[in-house]
């Protein structure tokens, strides 16, 4: 089993769709080990996000980010980063594939519901930024 990090966006808990997410992550068989609500400071976004400090984007980024409520969720399943990755879609709504949590939930390349991380290195980084060991429940 592996685990990795999906965090349910402010666009997408602003709209009341934080469950619907979370609910289409069940159906794709995940199995919730740690979960929070968080609104992140600029510091936290701009820590997280770190590895994009140099893209164009990454002001904006870290914007959107702190404009509201976020829900990191720590999901685990068999190939968990490839199937979290799959069951969002491709990252700009616009080319996500129907059925995908950003063609159902997302309205931009940046307001696109959620995020996933993309390596099971990068996983167990960013499940360190939000939960210690003790905050999630055990593998079953």
Known sequence: M??????VKPDAVAAGNAGNILAHL?????KIRGLRV???TKAQAEAFYAVHRERPFY????AFMTEG???PVALERE????ALRDAMGATDVAKAAP???RNLYGTSIERNACHGSDSPENAVKELAFFFSESDLIAAR
């Open 2 to 7: 592996e685990t990795t990090l999906a965090i």
């Open 26 to 30: 069940e159906k794709q068989g995940f």
């Open 99 to 101: 059925g995908t949590i």
């Open 79 to 82: 190939n968990a980063v490839v």
């Open 69 to 71: 409520p976020v829900v």
């Open 59 to 62: 002001g904006s980024l870290v």
């Open 38 to 40: 968080l609104h992140l």
